[in-house]
Structures are given as structure tokens and as C-alpha cells.
């Protein structure tokens, strides 16, 4: 299947690898030998499942993700040109000095490319996101930003992440190059992205405040949606003291389809999230192999519609309106 990032990156796979978890921690603490060998070994078992594509942050365990990944381009600098990398910019972590917030101001957004092109081992990044909407972001500074990037060789493509299709708007109108992704928390679990969209018109849906429209703008723009979350943070494939009955019913119903498809439950939720015409590409965020090589077995299933619905229906906890 053609993904709408293949019209920019024609060899991105469909699924991602997130590196949130590489680097030993959320801590100061130097990288060891333990973390370098945990980080090689998941990259390596992402590229033999043939997923190329990484997705980073500047703060992921504060910089160390970055870092470590670096180090495994230095050791296989030949790899690079088999792998494409993004990363994320814009929040600044808090500290005993000052609070956490957001800063897509142009300094900022080139600062942080620099620094992640250091930690990374890389002349470029194949794709820079905004990580969060910064209420105090100029578009024409970003597009600046943005132009100066790009005529340096240090980025090729662009996008942004947890934004709502007037914020993409905004953005554009400012660029003379296309945000090609939108990254957000997608997931079997987190399925608000559908019920605004089902709930239209319905008091039911007063409470939905992901964006009405921003899935069915971006398949409009094609601007490839990436999921974040998309294994639904493991819930679905053991059983939880404080799970909820909707919670319940969905994991046995997983672990159903999962004998039924001859599959594994990984691969069940990941089908449900790649069943939706708009072509989400999902972001998956383990740091075990054997849980990477469960996942991509989704690559192989096409849900029927009444299994879809099904999982959404057990998901949601309640009948369709």
C-alpha cells in the first residue's frame, strides 16, 4: 500500500520504530555499554523486520535516545544510507529553574536541529516535526526556520506533531514546503479521533476535543498520520488489576481474533489502527524486539469490517449510536 509519506520519502516503511526508550532512562546518568547494546540490538531487529524509518525527539531521555542512535551510525556509518531518521523539536522540559513549556521560535527550532544532528551522527534528518503547538509560535518565523534548514541540506522534509488541522492551516498559508506528517496519540485504546467524527451533531459529542475534521483535513492535504501510542501501552495483552471491563472485553476479544487470524495480539491492534482508510502509519514505541516482531505480523492482516467494528465497539465500552 501507497502511504501518502512515500510521495516525499519513497522508501518509508509502514511502519515506525520510536526511540523513546533508547538510552537507559529518563535520567543524567551516561550511557553504558548496556544501553549501547539494547539500542543496537532493537535497531537491528527493526531493519530485519523492514522497518526503516526512526522517529526521535530532542528530549527523549533527555537526549540520550538521540545519542545512543548516534552511536550506532558511527559504528555502521554505511547504514545510514538504509535508514531514514526524524526527529521532533519544541518542548523544553522543566527544571529547578524554570517551568516546562513550548518555544517554536526560530532560534529555538534551529538549535535544536543542530544539536540533534550532533547527538545522531548525521548531516541531515529526512524529517523534522514540531513536537507540540506553541501558542506563541509565528508561522513566518517557522517558515523561516524552515527555509534556512532545508537550503542548508540539514532537513528535507517537514511536519509537525499533536496539531489540530487550524493549526496546520495557519502553518502552511507561511511555508513554501509541504508539512508532510502529523503525528498523534492514535490507538485501539485512545480512540477519540473516531468518535468526533461518529458523534457529529450528537450531545455526545460535547465532550470531544481532539479537532473535529483534522484526520479527514490531513487525508484532504494528504499529510501522513502517524499514531503515537499505537499498542495501546501494552493494555490489551495481559491483564491489569485495575482494568476496566471495557478494558477486559477488548483484550479477550484481541486475544480471539489473535488464535482466529493465527496471529498475535500485537499485530490484532496494530491491523485495527492500519484497517482505517486514512493510512495511518504507526509509531511503535517498544524496546523489545520479540514485541517489535509480534507487531509487524500486522502487515500481513486485513481485519474484516465486522472484526473492526467489533474491537472499536468492545474498545468504546458501549453500542454504536
Same mark, same amino acid.
Given at each position: 500500500?501507497?502511504?501518502?509519506?512515500?510521495?516525499?520519502?519513497?522508501?518509508?516503511?509502514?511502519? =515506525?520504530?520510536?526511540?523513546?526508550?533508547?538510552? &537507559?532512562?529518563?535520567?543524567?546518568?551516561?550511557?553504558?555499554?548496556?544501553?549501547?547494546?539494547?539500542?543496537?540490538?532493537?535497531?537491528?531487529?527493526?531493519?530485519?523486520?523492514?522497518?526503516? /524509518?526512526?522517529?526521535?525527539?530532542?528530549?527523549?531521555?533527555?537526549?540520550?535516545?538521540?545519542?545512543?542512535?548516534?552511536?550506532?551510525?558511527?559504528?555502521?556509518?554505511?547504514?545510514?544510507?538504509?535508514?531514514? /531518521?526524524?526527529?521532533?523539536?519544541?518542548?523544553?522540559?522543566?527544571?529547578?529553574?524554570?517551568?516546562?513549556?513550548?518555544?517554536?521560535?526560530?532560534?529555538?527550532?534551529?538549535?535544536?536541529?543542530?544539536?540533534?544532528?550532533?547527538?545522531?551522527?548525521?548531516?541531515?534528518?529526512?524529517?523534522?516535526?514540531?513536537?507540540?503547538?506553541?501558542?506563541?509560535?509565528?508561522?513566518?518565523?517557522?517558515?523561516?526556520?524552515?527555509?534556512?534548514?532545508?537550503?542548508?541540506?540539514?532537513?528535507?522534509?517537514? &511536519? =509537525?506533531?499533536?496539531?489540530?488541522?487550524?493549526?496546520?492551516?495557519?502553518?502552511?498559508?507561511?511555508?513554501?514546503?509541504?508539512? =508532510?506528517?502529523?503525528?498523534?496519540?492514535?490507538?485501539?485504546?485512545?480512540?477519540?479521533?473516531?468518535?468526533?467524527?461518529?458523534?457529529?451533531?450528537?450531545?455526545?459529542?460535547?465532550?470531544?476535543?481532539?479537532?473535529?475534521?483534522? =484526520?479527514?483535513?490531513?487525508?484532504?492535504?494528504?499529510?501522513?498520520?502517524?499514531?503515537?501510542?499505537?499498542?495501546?501501552?501494552?493494555?490489551?495483552?495481559?491483564?491489569?488489576?485495575?482494568?476496566?471491563?471495557?478494558?477486559?472485553?477488548?483484550?479477550?476479544?484481541?486475544?480471539?481474533?489473535?488464535?482466529?487470524?493465527?496471529?498475535?495480539?500485537?499485530?490484532?491492534?496494530?491491523?485495527?489502527?492500519?484497517?482505517? %482508510?486514512?493510512?495511518?502509519?504507526?509509531?511503535? &514505541?517498544?524496546?523489545?524486539?520479540?514485541?517489535?516482531?509480534?507487531?509487524?505480523?500486522?502487515?500481513?492482516?486485513?481485519?474484516?469490517?465486522?472484526?473492526?467494528?467489533?474491537?472499536?465497539?468492545?474498545?468504546? &465500552?458501549?453500542?454504536? %449510536?
Amino acid at each position: 500500500m501507497t502511504l501518502p509519506i512515500n510521495h516525499t520519502l519513497p522508501g518509508a516503511s509502514r511502519l =515506525v520504530l520510536g526511540c523513546m526508550a533508547l538510552g &537507559g532512562g529518563w535520567n543524567t546518568t551516561p550511557l553504558t555499554q548496556q544501553d549501547e547494546q539494547q539500542a543496537f540490538a532493537l535497531i537491528e531487529a527493526a531493519l530485519d523486520c523492514g522497518i526503516n /524509518l526512526f522517529d526521535h525527539a530532542d528530549i527523549y531521555t533527555f537526549g540520550k535516545a538521540e545519542a545512543v542512535f548516534g552511536r550506532y551510525l558511527q559504528a555502521f556509518p554505511a547504514q545510514r544510507q538504509h535508514l531514514l /531518521l526524524q526527529s521532533k523539536c519544541g518542548i523544553k522540559l522543566g527544571n529547578a529553574h524554570q517551568p516546562g513549556h513550548y518555544d517554536l521560535s526560530k532560534i529555538a527550532i534551529l538549535a535544536a536541529v543542530e544539536q540533534s544532528l550532533e547527538r545522531l551522527n548525521t548531516d541531515y534528518l529526512d524529517l523534522l516535526l514540531l513536537h507540540r503547538p506553541d501558542p506563541l509560535m509565528e508561522p513566518d518565523e517557522i517558515a523561516a526556520a524552515f527555509e534556512q534548514l532545508q537550503q542548508q541540506g540539514k532537513v528535507r522534509h517537514f &511536519g =509537525v506533531s499533536n496539531m489540530g488541522w487550524p493549526q496546520l492551516q495557519l502553518l502552511q498559508r507561511s511555508l513554501t514546503v509541504p508539512l =508532510v506528517v502529523n503525528q498523534l496519540e492514535m490507538s485501539l485504546y485512545r480512540h477519540h479521533w473516531l468518535e468526533e467524527s461518529l458523534l457529529t451533531g450528537m450531545p455526545e459529542g460535547a465532550g470531544c476535543h481532539f479537532g473535529y475534521g483534522t =484526520v479527514e483535513y490531513c487525508q484532504r492535504e494528504q499529510i501522513q498520520l502517524q499514531s503515537w501510542g499505537s499498542l495501546a501501552q501494552g493494555r490489551y495483552f495481559s491483564a491489569r488489576a485495575d482494568e476496566t471491563a471495557a478494558e477486559q472485553a477488548t483484550r479477550q476479544l484481541v486475544a480471539k481474533l489473535a488464535a482466529e487470524y493465527q496471529s498475535t495480539p500485537e499485530a490484532i491492534v496494530l491491523a485495527w489502527l492500519l484497517r482505517h %482508510p486514512a493510512r495511518i502509519q504507526p509509531v511503535l &514505541g517498544t524496546s523489545q524486539p520479540a514485541r517489535l516482531a509480534a507487531a509487524v505480523r500486522a502487515e500481513q492482516l486485513d481485519l474484516s469490517r465486522l472484526h473492526w467494528y467489533q474491537l472499536y465497539i468492545a474498545a468504546r &465500552g458501549g453500542a454504536l %449510536p
